[in-house]
């Protein structure tokens, strides 16, 4: 049985250079952190039809903002590995990144995000790679800092691996310590492969009920990560997608660069987009 990767290495060292290009040669790969991305951002229910400002915990090379972008957000990715993220800028990808470690906490202004996501990264903080580093502390300097700069009412939703009971137990305890009020969704339980966890936390506002896990009254297909086709139609709305490096794709990813105040955006032209000739 192999290692988990958290007993293996801390994450800066963990997510080298050649363990980072992974994520934008292995297909499959990439097609998961979609998914889990998608899931998360359905499972923040934002307003219909309108810009969010999201902060992408652990943002590795980019992939689960790739799914906030094109469902028209902006975002702040931030993670501990350099070469992660350096992975992510040759992918051009269109939100704001740092690197952090979310151990030591946010320093985000108070109510800057209307949403968080995480995608694989939460239980990295239950290990003590250093001898400073006590995980309880870790754990709740980071959710209290997080509870501040979050929006009333917002949420935040991670996808995570625990180990076992007691860690979960560690997590959620330390998130409720924070402020933060919610619960566990799992989908697809009776599946080994398919079988995701959602850790969806909410800072108050109105009265929030838990959303309901995917599969969880019948058995997923083993060896898939793929959610029913129904609901994957619901969130991706089918052909209405715009085609990735499309024209209409690159004028949208534009505006939003100059909506960030990025000052090296060109300006737009009748060859935007336009597909050059193979040279002979």
């Known amino acids: 049985m192999a290692s988990r ?4 290495a801390p994450p800066e060292l963990f997510y080298s250079e050649s ?41 590795g090379s980019g992939l689960s903002g790739e799914a906030l972008s094109e469902a028209g957000h902006i975002w702040v990715g931030m993670d501990i590995s350099a070469h992660m993220l350096s992975v992510a800028k040759e992918r051009e990808v269109s939100g ?47 959710f209290s800092s997080l509870y501040a700069c979050m929006a009333r009412g917002a949420r935040a939703v991670f996808q995570f691996y625990p180990e076992n009971p007691a860690q979960m137990e560690l997590i959620t305890h330390q998130a409720m310590r924070a402020g933060f009020f919610g619960g566990v969704v799992v989908d697809y339980p009776n599946s080994t492969k398919a079988k995701k966890m959602f850790l969806c936390l909410f800072t108050g506002g109105a009265p929030t009920q838990l959303p309901q896990g995917l599969g969880a009254e019948e058995l997923a ?20 997608r715009v085609p990735l490096k499309s024209r209409e794709w690159i004028l949208a990813k534009k505006e939003r660069r100059r909506m960030q105040g990025k000052d090296d955006v060109r300006p737009d032209s009748k060859y935007t987009g336009r597909k050059r000739r193979h040279a002979f």
């Open 5 to 8: 990767p958290e007993h293996q």
């Open 19 to 59: 363990e980072a290009r992974k994520y934008t040669q292995n297909s499959r790969m990439m097609q998961i952190q979609m998914q889990m991305a998608e899931r998360a951002l359905e499972l923040l229910a934002l307003p219909e039809g309108q810009t969010s400002y999201i902060l992408d915990v652990g943002c």
């Open 96 to 142: 704001d990144l740092f690197l952090w470690d979310m151990g030591d906490g946010l320093g985000f202004r108070a109510g800057t995000f209307d949403g968080v996501i995480s995608i694989s990264a939460l239980q990295w903080l239950c290990n003590a790679d250093k001898k400073i580093h006590q995980p309880a502390k870790r754990l709740y300097h980071f």
């Open 221 to 240: 297909m083993e060896g898939s990560a793929l959610f029913t086709e129904a609901k994957r139609e619901q969130r991706k709305k089918g052909k209405n």
